[in-house]
C-alpha cells in the first residue's frame, strides 16, 4: 500500500503533492514502483497536524482519488469521517482507511457499504486526546489487548462490512514513540490478525518509533526509508497481509531479495 499524501502537513512529505496533478502523478510512480493499492489521505495524523473539516478534506483527496481511480488504480481513502468516506466511495475508491476504527465517527458504520473497511486501533475520541493521552504516560500495551479492542470495534460494524473488514494495530497511536511498545506489536501482527481471523495491515513505515529504534535523524529520509522498509519485513515476516509504505519501490527490491531466501 503506497502513501500518498495531499496535505500540508504529513509529518515526512507534508505539501510536496498538495497540488492535485503532483499527487497524482506521484500516484502513477508508486504504481509503477510496484504499489497494490494507493492509500489518499486529506488530513495529517501526526501529533503536530491540525484538524480539518470534512469539506477541506474533500477539497483536496476527491480529486486525486477521481483521477486515480479511473487510472485503474485500488485506491484506498485515508479518513476517519463518514462523509469524506461515502464521497471518495462514490468517487471510485474501494477501501476506507481509518485508522480510529469508528471511535472518531460513530457514522463511518453506515458509510462502508460494499467498501473493504480497514479497522485501525487507537484509544479517544480525537487525535488530540489520543495524543495528549501518551503525553501524560500511557501503561504499555500487549498485543492482546489490541487484538481484544479491535475486536470490539468490528463488533460494531454491520455483519457485511465485518466479514471483509481488515484490522491495523495503530502502530504510534497512542503507543507513543516508544519502540518496545510498537516493536511487540509489529512482531505479533499475525497473531493479532489470527486471534481476529481477519487480514492485517501495518504501516510502521516512516513512524516515530521507527526513527528511534534505528537512531535515524529527522532530516535523513534516505536512512529513515531504510528503517521502515527492516521493520515492514518485520512485519511480513511476522505475517502480516499488507503494509503500508512510503517508498515502494524500496519496499518492493527489499521483497524480491526476501521472497528468494
Known amino acids: 500500500m503506497g502513501v500518498v499524501n495531499v496535505t500540508p502537513d504529513s509529518f515526512s512529505d507534508g ?127 500487549d498485543w492482546i489487548t489490541v487484538a481484544d479492542e479491535l475486536a470490539e470495534r468490528l463488533a460494531a460494524l454491520p455483519a457485511a462490512a465485518r466479514d471483509r473488514a481488515w484490522v491495523d494495530p495503530g502502530l504510534g497511536f497512542g503507543k507513543g514513540a516508544d519502540p518496545a511498545v510498537n516493536l511487540l506489536l509489529l512482531r505479533h501482527s499475525g497473531d493479532i490478525g489470527a486471534r481476529l481471523g481477519r487480514p492485517i495491515v501495518v504501516g510502521a513505515s516512516r513512524k516515530r518509533f521507527v526513527r528511534r529504534a534505528f537512531g535515524v535523524h529527522d532530516d535523513d529520509i534516505t536512512a529513515l526509508d531504510a528503517a521502515s522498509v527492516a521493520a515492514s519485513l518485520d512485519a511480513i515476516r511476522a505475517g502480516a497481509n499488507v503494509v503500508r509504505v512510503h517508498n515502494v519501490a524500496l519496499l518492493r527490491a527489499a521483497l524480491s531479495l526476501y521472497t528468494k531466501q
Not at 510536496?16 to 488530513?43: P, T, W
Not at 474501494?94 to 476504527?101: A, L, M
Not at 479497522?119 to 487525535?127: F, K, N, Q, V
Open 15 to 141: 505539501g510536496r503533492y498538495l497540488e492535485v496533478a503532483d499527487a497524482v502523478a506521484h500516484g502513477l510512480q508508486l504504481l509503477r514502483d510496484g504499489a497494490d493499492i494507493l492509500d489518499i489521505g486529506g488530513e495529517a495524523t501526526n501529533p503536530r497536524a491540525r484538524p480539518v473539516t470534512a469539506g477541506e478534506e474533500l477539497t483536496r483527496a476527491l480529486p486525486v482519488v477521481e483521477r486515480l481511480a479511473a487510472a485503474g488504480a485500488t485506491v484506498s481513502i485515508d479518513t476517519t469521517k463518514a462523509s469524506v468516506a461515502r464521497a471518495a466511495v462514490a468517487a471510485g475508491a474501494r477501501i476506507i482507511n481509518d485508522v480510529s476504527g469508528g471511535l472518531f465517527d460513530p457514522a463511518m458504520r453506515d458509510a462502508i457499504g460494499d467498501a473493504t473497511y480497514i479497522a485501525g486501533h487507537l484509544r479517544g475520541s480525537s487525535l488530540a486526546e489520543v495524543f495528549g493521552q501518551e503525553r501524560r504516560g500511557v501503561p504499555p500495551l
